[in-house]
């Protein structure tokens, strides 16, 4: 079933619920990058893009599993289009401050503690980080560790 759709921001959107990849190319382009390129905070322009799915799915009555597709689709353009929008890699993308947790991960881990202590003080480091956060966090080590 088609419908037509209004985005917050006035645009009309026919909206396949068959196919909603058009909906969440249309929140990237004209939603996500532009308000990246206003704040330069990524995790602000992701909370605004799901904001943007939540009324969308609510005053329309869609199904919730489209905050996961949106998600996923801006995955997916995080490698290409949106590093060369902002000239970084992924990983600075989502961490201003990679660098600093990386750090502050390896002194804990040289700081000879004991396991608890190092699971307590690893576990305060990273509780802040979203389950997103934290899988890019692994993929980074990982290439860090293996990939040298």
């Known amino acids: 079933m088609v419908k037509t759709i ?3 921001n006035g645009s009309d959107i026919e909206f396949d619920e068959k196919a909603p990849q058009t909906l969440f190319e249309i929140i990237i382009s004209e939603i996500l990058i532009p308000k990246y390129m206003e704040n330069k905070d990524w995790n602000l322009t992701i909370n605004i893009i799901l904001e943007e799915i939540n009324q969308i799915i609510s005053k329309y009555e869609l199904e919730p599993t489209l905050k996961i597709g949106l998600l996923n689709q801006v995955e ?3 490698d290409k289009d949106i590093e060369e929008l902002t000239g970084c890699d992924k ?3 989502l961490f201003l401050n990679m660098d600093d947790i990386v750090e502050d991960i ?10 608890q202590d190092l699971r ?3 576990a305060n480091l990273i509780f802040p980080l979203t ?4 899988g890019e966090l692994f993929i980074y080590l990982g290439k ?3 990939l040298k």
Request: charged share 40%.
């Open 6 to 8: 209004k985005l917050r």
């Open 76 to 78: 997916k353009h995080l």
């Open 91 to 93: 990983i600075e993308i």
């Open 106 to 115: 390896k002194k804990l881990i040289v700081a000879g503690k004991d396991k």
């Open 120 to 122: 307590n003080d690893m």
């Open 131 to 134: 389950v997103f956060e934290l």
């Open 144 to 146: 860090r560790a293996f």
